[in-house]
């Protein structure tokens, strides 16, 4: 059994507002054996799994973290909402936050349309969970920032514990990003080349979108060079 089910199993009895004590009574099982199936300690069998969804009204591919649609049904990617396509789009009260977020999007969608190119499915998907847990990170802080809110977004206690471990999580994401790159760039066996990357390159292939990406590059090349030194 996957974490993504005893997070969501979790998330679905906050989301209720209900008590894991309730909710095991409801489940007709011990509130110690419910406990142990949100904090993956251990794994249900077929029955619990059914007696859940139709307790939480969720699929079992819901529950089990193979779809996002709570009723069972696939997103495919192109029914997902693309802010990269909207036109003059403006984040109202703050240009700075326009800017960035347009620098930010712009730049994201030159690296996965590099990856893309590769063919490489398992490199796109350790990309994917790098930057999911940094702005997982971010909208914690901002979350939390605003006071002593219910945690029903999260399955973990947000400390110094778990602050080092969703950095350890960008580490490997990072470390097995750069193993599979290696593939690509020793062009094994159902893995495409790494595409060039050269100013000349990236500027014929995303002549808009490259732009945005050398600001980035540029602004954070110069904040590093700055904590070297210091």
Known sequence: MNTSFSRTLSLLRQERGISQRAAAGDLEISQALLS????????????????ACDYYGVSSDYLLGRTLSRDGTTIAAEEL?????EKDNVLHGSILATLNKKLLVNSTCVIFDLLS?????????????FLETAIYKLFRDIYRAGGNRPEGYFSIVSDTVSSSAADGDMLM????????????ARGESGVGEIPPVSNDALARSHPVMF?????????????VAKAIDK
């Open 211 to 223: 732009q945005s990406l050398l600001q980035v590059l540029h602004s954070t090349d110069e904040r």
């Open 36 to 51: 142990h199936y949100e904090n993956g300690i251990r794994e249900p069998g077929l029955a619990f799994v059914l007696k």
């Open 81 to 85: 909402y693309d802010y990269s396509t």
């Open 173 to 184: 994401s990072e470390a097995r990003f750069i193993q599979l790159l290696a593939r690509s």
């Open 117 to 129: 190119s590769t063919g490489n499915r398992e490199a796109i998907l350790e990309a994917s969970a």
